[in-house]
């Protein structure tokens, strides 16, 4: 009986000293070799629907450590290493899975919990929609580009770009509006293709829009621009074009209608001289229409030399 009675003394004597130095043990580590582990991701900005991974490590490389992540106080998975991150592979499908996530850290019975972690879901940008307004001059073309994205998380950062290279800065939009461009081309011999890109904070996504060419300086080779001006310019032609048909119907018109009125036909009349009897009374004179006739050509030279001003005929009292 006291010999059972000493092996129960001292089972329970040495579990006494295992406990008490685990809790020694424990402490050290926590103090010195045990900080809290790390918890991180590529990027902390998704989009819905997104793959993502996290990483778990500790900075103590020669401890096997056993990781286990939470998403607030759901476990989500549980992985053991020693001296290299664990990671865990997730899917962000909305609101309630940004977070907040923690990773602990076991050794034994120590533990230590990461700081959180928080997702931010943002919409994406949609190709945006680039618009130009053209001022033509003689030599130079002033253009306005126009760019909008209807879809995506504000704000929107703009870039505008000529024949595939930058010609703008960033241009930040913190409103749904289209972010706007001017430049002038002096003398354009080549034609220009014009785009925009849309970003906003999600990483590596950026949308673009359809190109639009300008061509060269010439309005019969620029139908395109031609039809951006033609709104501006439809107001001021109608304009110019009743006030042509007015000036024709009410000046041009009655004029050359009075003139054509005031001048005698060719060969109406004829000049004749005036006869008188011997009363000194003036005698009616009678007009006739003379008829002309073309003359040959042989017979030409013989009228040359003869041109009168009047032609005199024989009247009949």
Known sequence: ?????????????????????????????????????????????????????????????????????????????????????????????????????????????????????????????????????????????????????VNGSLPINYIFYENHVAISPVISKYNREPAEFNLTRKNPREEAAYRCGAKNRLPNYTAYSQPVTMPSTGWDSCPFCLELLLPGLLLPLLVIMVVMILILAFWILPKYKAKKESVPEVGSRLCVSTAQDGARHSQELQYANPVFRDVAPRQQEAYDYYKPGCVYAELTF
């Open 1 to 149: 009986m006291w010999s059972h009675l000493n092996k129960l003394l001292f089972w329970a004597m040495l579990s006494s000293v295992t406990c008490e130095k685990a809790v020694l043990d424990c402490e050290a580590m926590k103090t010195n070799e045990f900080p809290s582990p790390c918890l991180d991701s590529e990027t902390n900005v998704v989009m819905k629907g997104q793959n993502v991974s996290m990483f778990c490590s500790h900075k103590n490389k020669s401890l096997q450590i056993t990781y286990s992540l939470f998403r607030s106080k759901i476990h989500l998975g549980t992985q053991d290493g020693k001296g290299e991150p664990v990671i865990f592979n997730l899917s962000i499908t909305g609101a309630h899975e940004s977070g907040p996530y923690k990773c602990k850290a076991q050794v034994s019975n120590c533990s230590k919990y990461s700081p959180s972690f928080n997702f931010i879901i943002v919409d994406p940008v949609t190709a945006p929609v680039l618009n130009i307004t053209v001022i033509q001059t003689e030599t130079d073309q002033h253009i306005t580009l126009h760019c909008l994205s």
